[in-house]
């Protein structure tokens, strides 16, 4: 009896070491070889802020990735790697393991994506172009001009310029906050840098001066190897005090209203950025300054022109006289030869 009993003692054992062993080789191939199904070649999905695993589980299922909830928080836990995804834009590829998937949250490889705020740009098409964007987390709907301006500890109390025109790369689901942030920051930097190695005897008193006459350049000229020319058109009629009587601050004056074109009458019309009817600088930039457009102001050409008119090819015909500039402008507007 003694005998039998120990070999079933001993049967009952390898059973179950046996049945340990295919649970655990079931296990490993689940995690390690196995890939798991996705309803496409590429599925996007989002782990939030504060996660649990269950709810990054079910936020991969909901993605069309089919993964076994109770298994996939089992394997987390065991591999002591629950503790380190994090939140984040993920991307799965047919052919992923569990493991693989897993091992990617901890080790944050997120997607990225990328949204270019173009030179010459206004803030106004700048927060469309946010809106816009899928990738971007809407979070300053009802935000005020002003309690933005405080979030981001800005000295001024107008938007216009201040954020810098650039690519910027950022994972899905980041804020329209956090990229004007980035973009704000962006632009302070460039114009501390650039004033602090400014020409000397500018007629700028200050930065945020630059960064308004850089935003006039910028929307005068689309051809680079004039900026520096055009910037030292303005920078000489500073110097001696006549009017810019630049169309681009007009046309920003005039808001919604302009619809295209310029009449003789919007060159009369008064508002803070009329350049024809009030001297000096407008109050504020009237759109995003790039770099060149910035290094140009405070690099200006040294010449005697006060005047320039487009040849309509993107280039500017230059003059030091009123008359002069009056047959440029014959030619080139007027079509007189």
């Known amino acids: 009896m003694k005998i039998r009993f120990g070999l079933f003692l001993l049967y009952s054992v390898l059973i179950v070491a046996l049945g340990a062993v295919a649970a655990g080789a079931g296990a490993w191939y689940w995690a390690m070889q196995r890939a798991?199904?996705?309803?496409?070649?590429?599925?996007?999905?989002?782990?939030?802020?504060?996660?649990?695993?269950?709810?990054?589980?079910?936020?991969?299922?909901?993605?069309?990735?089919?993964?076994d909830n109770r298994a996939f928080v089992a394997l987390a836990r065991f591999s002591k790697l629950d503790r380190q995804i994090k939140a984040g834009a993920y991307e799965a590829k047919k052919g992923d393991t569990a493991w693989q998937l897993l091992e990617r949250m901890a080790q944050g490889d997120m997607t990225l994506t990328r949204l270019t705020l173009v030179e010459g740009w206004t803030y106004r098409q700048i927060r469309?172009?946010?809106?816009?964007?899928?990738?971007?987390?809407?979070?300053?709907?009802?935000?005020?001009?002003?309690?933005?301006?405080?979030?981001?500890?800005?000295?001024?109390?107008?938007?216009?310029?201040?954020?810098?025109?650039?690519?910027?790369?950022?994972?899905?689901?980041?804020?329209?906050?956090?990229?004007?942030?980035?973009?704000?920051?962006?632009?302070?930097?460039?114009?501390?840098?650039?004033?602090?190695?400014?020409?000397?005897?500018?007629?700028?008193?200050?930065?945020?001066?630059?960064?308004?006459?850089?935003?006039?350049?910028?929307?005068?000229?689309?051809?680079?190897?004039?900026?520096?020319r055009v910037a030292g058109v303005f920078i000489n009629r500073l110097r001696i005090r006549m009017p810019l009587q630049t169309d681009p601050t007009v046309i920003y004056g005039m808001g919604d209203a302009y619809t295209g074109r310029i009449r003789k009458r919007d060159l009369?019309?008064?508002?803070?950025?009329?350049?024809?009817?009030?001297?000096?600088?407008?109050?504020?930039p009237i759109a995003s300054s790039g770099l060149a457009s910035l290094h140009a102001v405070l690099h200006p050409e040294k010449h005697k022109y006060l005047y320039f008119v487009s040849r309509g090819d993107g280039t500017s015909e230059f003059s030091e006289t009123l008359v002069a500039h009056n047959r440029a402008v014959a030619k080139y507007i007027l079509g007189r030869r």
């Open 128 to 228: 469309d172009a946010l809106r816009a964007d899928s990738n971007v987390r809407q979070t300053l709907d009802g935000v005020s001009d002003e309690e933005l301006l405080q979030r981001l500890g800005a000295e001024q109390s107008h938007p216009e310029g201040l954020f810098y025109p650039d690519t910027y790369v950022f994972t899905p689901g980041t804020s329209d906050y956090d990229i004007l942030r980035r973009a704000y920051h962006a632009q302070m930097q460039q114009l501390e840098k650039l004033w602090a190695d400014r020409e000397a005897d500018l007629p700028l008193s200050s930065p945020y001066e630059a960064l308004i006459l850089a935003s006039i350049v910028e929307k005068e000229t689309g051809h680079s190897a004039d900026r520096a």
């Open 36 to 67: 798991v199904p996705m309803n496409a070649d590429r599925v996007d999905y989002l782990v939030e802020p504060g996660s649990s695993l269950h709810s990054v589980a079910r936020a991969m299922n909901e993605a069309g990735i089919q993964i």
């Open 268 to 284: 009369q019309t008064d508002t803070p950025w009329n350049t024809y009817t009030r001297g000096g600088l407008p109050p504020t």
